[in-house]
């Protein structure tokens, strides 16, 4: 049995196909544009520290640095303190101030020339290595380059 759509019947199916192909062409696109950004992580940038001049006292000095980062749709400002210590040879590095063994944060004892952790008494010396306590390892260290006479420090995870 053969059965005819009428001229009606025929017009109302062309129009639904016509706006399923529509919203597919331009949802699709959109679609992507809503979810990418969500998965996508910003590279860790290089922060500003200070002139490089700054830094030859030959003590480790603190410096707290603030920089917006996204991860996905959020963006927020991260802070973190870091020690900038000039060796020996003239070259910096960029210590954090995070312990290794429970994350407190360390400061430094001018008196004893050492990092000192309040939390469980862990010690490190200027170049970050443990002197004393539990930490099980020495005080990170992040990348670092001086670029005209700037120190700049990239924050990532160490
Ligand atoms: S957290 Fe630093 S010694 Fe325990």
Known sequence: MEQRLTRREWLATFVKALTALLAFVYGIPALVMLIVPAFRRQKVPWVKVGNASEFTSGEPKAVTLSYQRRDGWVIRTVRS???VVSTSDGSL??????CTHASCAVRWERDRKAFFCPCHAGYFDAS????????PRPLPEFPHKVEGGVLYVRLESV
């Open 81 to 83: 303190t870091v020690y």
């Open 93 to 98: 590095k960029v210590l954090s101030n995070i």
């Open 128 to 135: 970050g290595k443990v002197m004393e306590g539990p930490p």
